[in-house]
């Protein structure tokens, strides 16, 4: 019986310190919330260039810094001053990072055909009939597999 109430004062002790201790830990972390939320580094995009390789852009206390990132080491390629029409949940590209590559080739891609020309696919060099042709959802794709198959077991 002795081993009983030994047991049930040694379960009820423990319950009373690992209360005590998620009562502390939690009235130490409730003031540091507000801190915690504030992030000091923004990543504004990230782009792989290879297998274990990216370029990624970041906002840390008003600068931007262009980095690159291996699998070894992160290279610092360019540094400016955060532009101060940039918002938080805005991102925008810096000088020379991929973002701004995409975006230039984007605004190419528009302004280079005149609107209602087709574009083509760069394989064949026929015009696309709609956005999946050349896809393995396009059954032209599966036309052409067919034809070539054919083609070449004559």
Known sequence: MDAVFAVLRVILSLAVVVGLLWMVQRRLTKGSKSVRNAKLVRVVTRQGIAQKASVV???????????????HSVTVLNTTELPAEVTVSEPVSAPGSAAAFG??????????????????????????????DGSLLSLNTWKRAASAVRSGLK
């Open 57 to 71: 852009v970041i906002d840390v206390e008003g600068h931007r810094f262009l980095l690159g990132v291996t699998e």
């Open 103 to 132: 975006t230039a080739l984007a605004t190419a891609k528009k302004t280079a055909l005149p609107t209602g020309m087709p574009s083509f696919d760069p394989r064949t060099g026929q015009p696309r009939v709609s956005a999946l």
